[in-house]
């Protein structure tokens, strides 16, 4: 997954009316400015209730769900091997959002203030805060990936990303 695929797919979510916040590595790169590592795919948190509009436009360009572990996330991907791993998140009145899990007594939770704006390849984009993608990699064990992450986050922001 490139940074020119990354907007690309924005720019889909876009004219379909779909919001989307980029989480993830991606989410962790924009929040930097900067590309720190390749990419495999893509985490996207979305609005649930636009999920219709948003996999009608994905599907426009090949993607295909090929994962399902609804409700909590669900992957789509495309001919050329590129992964969306899609979070859908519903809103509530004061701007947090859920997002359910496998575990209906555990939903994640999204504070208000998560939804940020960071950049990818000069552009804008919408991403989830330091504390969010720091909150998201806790509770399980951290692969080489997750400890790469938090260290960029760490050396950036001077944050304790945990591990």
Not at 19 to 35: F, M, P, S, T
């Amino acid at each position: 997954m490139t940074s020119d695929d990354v907007l690309s797919i924005l720019s889909l979510a876009r004219g379909a009316g779909a919001d989307v916040w980029i989480a993830g590595g991606w989410g962790i790169d924009a929040l930097i400015g900067e590309q720190t590592r390749d990419h495999r795919d893509l985490d996207l948190a979305h609005r649930e209730d636009q999920e219709p509009a948003l996999l009608a436009a994905l599907a426009t360009a090949g993607y295909v769900e090929t994962l399902d572990w609804r409700p909590a996330r669900f992957v789509v991907s495309d001919p050329r091997g590129r992964d969306i791993d899609l979070h859908p998140v519903t809103f509530r009145p004061d701007g947090s959002a859920v997002q359910r899990s496998l575990d209906p007594a555990s939903p994640y939770l999204y504070p208000a203030d998560c939804f940020t704006t960071g950049t990818i390849g000069g552009a804008g984009v919408p991403c989830l805060s330091v504390d969010q993608q720091i909150a998201f990699h806790q509770g399980y064990p951290p692969t080489d990936r997750d400890r790469a992450d938090m260290a960029q986050l760490r050396r950036v922001f001077g944050v304790d990303a945990g591990y």
